[in-house]
């Protein structure tokens, strides 16, 4: 094990520039090594006593970048203390991956160990008791939703995920609770629901925001029922002919019916989705749209339109909002 993480530090420090937060690591992930240690660690396993603690667990599975932040955040004597915990451990890529002035922001301990916390549920969740749906209070007193995706193409497994990052390694035990690794860093959900997501920035989104309480359906996007939400921007909008565009404001039936089919009854994050699935929306019922998943990122076809998702997996406290670049019915 020692070897281990020594090669693991010498190949990080070797590959990077010195200013990176993660202690000059362009950590990637490195399944090899959470293998490796697991195999070490696994005849340990039976014996509950003998298990590691969280902070421990964490470095023993390779995810170096958490281990190291978390003790910067100061969060070492809770990951080693007696209560019993749930720790949502992000890959070192999913680190890595972060935006540079995000990386940068987590320079302030306050901010670190506000991120670092909303990862962390003062108690032990195993995934059975991860179910489709549920939204869990973190250990900030914010939320995290939780979705598991059965309904997946033949010969793939269900996902689970937290805020729409996908589970990559379930329940690894600790003496002190239990740790699963997920694929993105968290953020706490400061965005509130889906209208005042779009009613923070209205240079996106005043057009659609209008569009929508034309339709009489802003309410269903601020109230605390969780859907998903497809959302044409300003640009998607003014892809119709302005008269076009005018006629459908004043049109609050047209406008309902379009605007209810933008609307799925189920919160549906990314992964979640598989490709040429048929989805069910807030409208008639016999209107279904088709999403197509791939390479490229994820479509919706509408009525005849093709839509791209230009922005997936916004988590808001009511569900997800994926932003679409094209109205999916013509009026
Ligand atoms: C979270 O909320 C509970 C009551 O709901 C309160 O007792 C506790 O101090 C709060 N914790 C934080 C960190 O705000
Ligand atoms: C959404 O709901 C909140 C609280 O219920 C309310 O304060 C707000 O005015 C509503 N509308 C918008 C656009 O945020
Ligand atoms: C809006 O609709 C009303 C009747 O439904 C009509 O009288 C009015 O001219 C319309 N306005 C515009 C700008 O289309
Ligand atoms: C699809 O759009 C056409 C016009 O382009 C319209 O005549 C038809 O009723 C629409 N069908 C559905 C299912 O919305
Ligand atoms: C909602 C809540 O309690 N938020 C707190 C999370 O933790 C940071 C610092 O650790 C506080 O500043 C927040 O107020």
């Given at each position: 094990m020692k070897l281990v993480f020594l090669t693991f530090l010498v190949a990080c420090c070797c590959a990077t520039g010195a200013n990176e937060i993660f202690t000059g690591g362009n950590f990637r992930p490195n399944n090899e090594d959470i293998l490796n240690s697991y195999q070490l660690k696994s005849s340990r396993r039976n014996d509950k006593n003998a298990l590691p603690d969280l902070l421990t667990l964490s470095s023993e599975l390779g995810l170096k970048a958490f281990y190291l932040l978390a003790q910067r955040a100061g969060l070492d004597s809770m990951l080693r203390g007696t209560d019993s915990l749930t720790v949502f451990a992000p890959t070192n890529s999913a680190f890595d991956r972060l935006p540079q002035n995000v990386k940068a922001s987590l320079h302030d301990p306050e901010v670190l160990n506000r991120v670092l916390l909303y990862h962390i549920i003062p108690k032990e969740l195993k995934s059975g008791s991860l179910q489709n749906n549920k939204v869990i209070k973190t250990a900030n007193n914010s939320t995290v939703r939780v979705n598991v995706y059965e309904n997946q193409e033949a010969g793939q497994d269900k996902v689970t995920t937290i805020n729409g990052s996908p589970v990559y390694k379930k329940d690894q035990l600790a003496e002190n609770g239990v740790l699963h690794v997920v694929d993105k860093v968290l953020f706490p959900l400061t965005k509130g629901?889906?209208?005042?997501?779009?009613?923070?920035?209205?240079?996106?989104?005043?057009?659609?925001?209008?569009?929508?309480?034309?339709?009489?359906?802003?309410?269903?996007?601020?109230?605390?029922?969780?859907?998903?939400?497809?959302?044409?921007?300003?640009?998607?909008?003014?892809?119709?002919?302005?008269?076009?565009?005018?006629?459908?404001?004043?049109?609050?039936?047209?406008?309902?019916?379009?605007?209810?089919?933008?609307?799925?009854?189920?919160?549906?994050?990314?992964?979640?989705?598989?490709?040429?699935?048929?989805?069910?929306?807030?409208?008639?019922?016999?209107?279904?749209?088709?999403?197509?998943?791939?390479?490229?990122?994820?479509?919706?076809?509408?009525?005849?339109?093709?839509?791209?998702?230009?922005?997936?997996?916004?988590?808001?406290?009511?569900?997800?909002?994926?932003?679409?670049?094209?109205?999916?019915?013509?009026?």
């Open positions: 629901t889906a209208l005042q997501y779009l009613t923070q920035d209205m240079a996106t989104y005043s057009q659609t925001v209008k569009l929508l309480e034309a339709a009489g359906v802003e309410n269903t996007l601020n109230q605390t029922t969780a859907h998903t939400f497809l959302v044409p921007t300003n640009a998607a909008l003014e892809k119709l002919d302005p008269a076009q565009l005018r006629h459908l404001m004043n049109d609050s039936k047209t406008a309902s019916q379009i605007m209810k089919r933008h609307i799925l009854q189920d919160v549906t994050f990314h992964v979640g989705f598989f490709d040429n699935e048929k989805v069910k929306t807030l409208g008639d019922n016999s209107k279904e749209l088709t999403v197509l998943v791939g390479p490229g990122g994820m479509e919706v076809n509408g009525n005849g339109t093709f839509s791209r998702v230009l922005i997936a997996d916004v988590p808001v406290t009511n569900g997800v909002v994926h932003v679409v670049d094209t109205l999916l019915y013509k009026p």
